[in-house]
């Protein structure tokens, strides 16, 4: 029997990767290089220092502590900008009306995310009270595939980490439920979350079955 679900943000409840996508290509478009689409993958579920790092790699430039903090706020001033005028029908297809259901089914419902803006997106989205434990960037000290974030949330619920299930995107977030003794279910391409022990395509007319392990 599951106890909870925990939740990752980017990619399973929302999109802000087209947005984290947008920020971090004028970033290298400033630096003189260009950031493809298939490189931001990459970037998915890794934290905001370890993603400039990505690619920094990918423009083959080497830099500063200093100017590599500058760069990432600024980036992040940019990604701040594009999600400020983000509304609740950019929630991703089904996955609301899931919440609602695994909370009418008495299963605890946490956020598990990366970003130190999930509050920002939790807010536009106005979605903050589906939530009863809110670990976010903000609160962690080491990135996915770390299991912290996850242990966290399981700590907070007052459950045992054998009876969550995380839903996740990041092949770097799979890794992170499994190394809390977790079930991850990957929500996108089982070729990229290939440690998950089952991939959803979406969330839409997604029933309680899938909690069945
Ligand atoms: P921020 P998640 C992650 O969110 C994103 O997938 C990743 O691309 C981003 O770099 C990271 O958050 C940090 O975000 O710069 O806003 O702190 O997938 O863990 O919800
Ligand atoms: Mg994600």
Redesign the pocket.
Known sequence: NIDACIF?????ICDT?KYHYLAWKRLSNELGFDFSIEDNERL??VSRMDSLNILLEIGEKSLDEETKLELAAKKNSWYVEYISVMKQDEILPGVKDFILNLKENNIKIALG??SKNSMRILKALDIVDLFDCIVDGNRITKAKPSPEVFLKGAEELEVSPEKCVVF???AA?VEGAKNANMFAIGVGDASILKKADKIISGFENLTLEILKF
């Open positions: 990752d943000l980017d990619g399973v990767a998915k579920g995310s990366a996740e995107d990041a977030g």
